[in-house]
């Protein structure tokens, strides 16, 4: 079975602290995404990796970075954390494959952030 | 760029009855996939029913099955006897196979099954 796992399944910090969100994948997969979940505005896509240490923006990547040092881990960091960045974070990655061929993301359990 | 609508936040129905979740989007690509994926309150991300463009056929998974009108851009979700077990958040999606098949979501339709 493919596996996603999170470091954390609930995170409380504070303003101003940096925070990481650790993901890995043992199915040799080439992408990695990271997407913010919120009500009513279900799934957002922050960041995603096609390969170690690429990396391209999502479309709310701001406050956000990440790092992919190991085809395995995708790391998702708040260099400072702010209230607005409460949220569930949920990691997913898929084979590259074929251009145009289609590749299943899996995801993993989330993590709920909550910022004080 | 792709947009995913789902106007339902809430359903409600009884057991045993049928539930269908409504889902347009807007693209201007030919070929693409679209997707509802399934997550129950454990948070996990399950994949329900997969659609690719360039087929006719609806796509069906056992009690599950969608109505894919390409021209109308609209992707909706039938689940047939819905049991105790489909109550979730359901999300549509989209994914262009091309690059790094980023998916779109939708803002999810939160379904309960009553008993």
């Known amino acids: 079975d493919v596996k996603v796992t999170q470091s954390s399944r609930y995170l409380v910090k504070r303003t101003g602290e940096k925070v990481f969100l650790e993901c890995v994948q043992d199915m040799d997969h080439e992408n990695m995404f990271w997407y913010r979940q919120d009500p009513g505005l279900g799934l957002r896509l922050i960041y995603f990796s096609y390969d170690v240490k690429m990396k391209e923006k999502g479309d709310i990547p701001e406050g956000y970075s990440v790092s992919r040092e190991k085809k395995e881990r995708f790391s998702l960091i708040l260099e400072s954390a702010s209230t607005n960045q409460t949220s569930m974070y949920l990691c997913a990655s898929s084979f590259h494959g074929i251009s145009g061929a289609y590749n299943e993301q899996f995801f993993g359990p989330g993590t709920r952030l909550t910022v004080l | 760029a792709q947009t995913v609508t789902q106007s339902q936040p809430e359903m409600s129905v009884q057991e045993a009855e049928t539930v269908t979740l409504s889902c347009t989007y807007d693209t201007s690509e030919n070929n693409y996939y679209l997707f509802w994926y399934k997550q129950p309150p454990s948070r996990q991300m399950i994949l329900v029913i997969r659609?690719?463009?360039?087929?006719?056929q609806n796509a069906t998974e056992n009690r599950f099955s969608v109505n894919f009108q390409k021209a109308a851009k609209s992707f909706s979700l039938k689940i047939s006897d819905s049991q105790l077990g489909d109550t979730a958040m359901y999300f549509c999606?989209?994914?262009?196979?091309?690059?790094?098949?980023?998916?779109?979501f939708g803002q999810g339709t939160r379904l309960t099954i009553n008993p």
């Open positions: 999606a989209f994914m262009s196979p091309q690059g790094a098949q980023k998916l779109v």
């Open positions: 659609q690719e463009a360039y087929k006719q």
